[in-house]
């Protein structure tokens, strides 16, 4: 196999592509990716095919944003993926102070100020066979790039969501709390939520509560009373999540954790979801039913206006 061809450091490039958008303009250049402690042009940036990454979807990752020439919650990542790496006993080759100076270097060679970060560490190259003693060394892969989950219409009006079939894997097979390259639970989640012809899907677990969206965590709002499914529902430790309910603590409002049916999610006053990539959403309409009026509402309007303000002003400096 041909290796990547290794680039001297440039000036800065801009980011491959929108998530919207399916190929490049003649004049948009391309991406710098960081692999095991080099950087390559978005071609050359390759790896093996026998990275048990690839090949069992064996390893971790995070999606990172960044705001204002800021890392929003970078620690709270960082601290994830070594939570994650621990539980599947992968040992992460470089410390935290290494990985974060790599992430922010990433993000200066593509010349960015606004974006998304995806850090992925995987098994690395073994063999064919299943056993992970094979893989002698992790590799780090870093991404930096835009991104944009909905269009600017979708965000302001809300989206619409289904419950699909396809049910939140269960802790005692591969716990969700583990943010792990395996993500073809969601994936087929994601192909109903498409058939459908909805902006996303409800995961049911075991029991037939919420969980979570295939890649977002759900809050409903009831008489000014905010709920959210807990971890032990199957949801994700969610970095985003973890700021709701920080914003919520300043604004004066309690969060419950709590087990949630679709019939909770079909009479709420409203309905959010939070993710690192898709931020703070509003749901309006779920399986057919309109939430609330229809409209994104009140509190929720609140916690989207005072998300946005603190990505803008808190964060790891990138260029300091």
């Known amino acids: 196999m041909d290796e990547p061809k290794e680039t001297v450091a440039k000036a800065p490039v801009k980011p491959a592509i929108d998530s919207q958008k399916s190929a490049k303009s003649s004049t948009e250049k391309e991406a710098t990716i960081y692999i095991d402690g080099?950087?390559?042009?978005?071609?050359?940036?390759?790896?093996?095919?026998?990275?048990?990454?690839?090949?069992?979807?064996?390893?971790?990752?995070?999606?990172?944003?960044?705001?204002?020439?800021?890392?929003?919650?970078?620690?709270?990542?960082?601290?994830?993926?070594?939570?994650?790496?621990?539980?599947?006993?992968l040992e992460i080759p470089i410390g935290r102070g290494e990985m974060t100076e790599a992430l922010l270097e990433t993000i200066r060679q593509n010349g960015l100020r606004e974006g998304y970060i995806r850090l992925i560490v995987t098994r690395g190259v073994g063999n064919l066979g299943l056993n992970p003693t094979q893989c002698k060394r992790p590799s780090i892969i870093i991404i930096a790039t835009t991104i944009a989950l909905y269009s600017k219409e979708v965000c302001e009006k809300g989206l619409t969501v289904v419950t699909c079939a396809t049910r939140r894997t269960g802790a005692a097979a591969l716990n969700p709390a583990v943010k792990s390259l395996n993500y073809l639970n969601n994936v087929m989640?994601?192909?109903?939520?498409?058939?459908?012809?909805?902006?996303?899907?409800?995961?049911?677990?075991?029991?037939?509560?919420?969980?979570?969206?295939?890649?977002?965590?759900?809050?409903?709002?009831?008489?000014?009373?905010?709920?959210?499914?807990?971890?032990?529902?199957?949801?994700?430790?969610?970095?985003?999540?973890?700021?709701?309910?920080?914003?919520?603590?300043?604004?004066?409002?309690?969060?419950?954790?709590?087990?949630?049916?679709?019939?909770?999610?079909?009479?709420?006053?409203?309905?959010?979801?939070?993710?690192?990539?898709?931020?703070?959403?509003?749901?309006?309409?779920?399986?057919?039913?309109?939430?609330?009026?229809?409209?994104?509402?009140?509190?929720?309007?609140?916690?989207?206006?005072?998300?946005?303000?603190?990505?803008?002003?808190?964060?790891?400096?990138?260029?300091?």
């Open 38 to 89: 080099k950087f390559f042009p978005e071609a050359d940036a390759k790896i093996s095919v026998f990275d048990h990454g690839l090949l069992y979807g064996d390893g971790i990752f995070e999606g990172i944003r960044f705001y204002n020439g800021r890392v929003f919650r970078l620690e709270e990542h960082l601290e994830r993926l070594w939570d994650s790496a621990r539980s599947i006993c």
């Open 189 to 320: 989640a994601r192909i109903e939520a498409n058939l459908a012809g909805a902006d996303e899907a409800l995961m049911l677990n075991e029991a037939g509560n919420v969980a979570e969206c295939t890649a977002d965590n759900v809050f409903i709002i009831k008489r000014g009373h905010i709920f959210t499914p807990p971890i032990a529902a199957g949801a994700l430790r969610g970095i985003t999540r973890a700021v709701v309910f920080d914003i919520a603590a300043e604004l004066g409002l309690k969060i419950k954790e709590t087990d949630i049916t679709r019939h909770d999610v079909f009479v709420a006053d409203e309905c959010f979801l939070t993710g690192t990539a898709a931020e703070v959403i509003p749901v309006i309409k779920a399986d057919g039913r309109v939430i609330g009026n229809g409209k994104p509402s009140a509190i929720t309007l609140r916690m989207i206006k005072r998300f946005r303000e603190l990505t803008r002003e808190t964060g790891t400096p990138i260029f300091a």
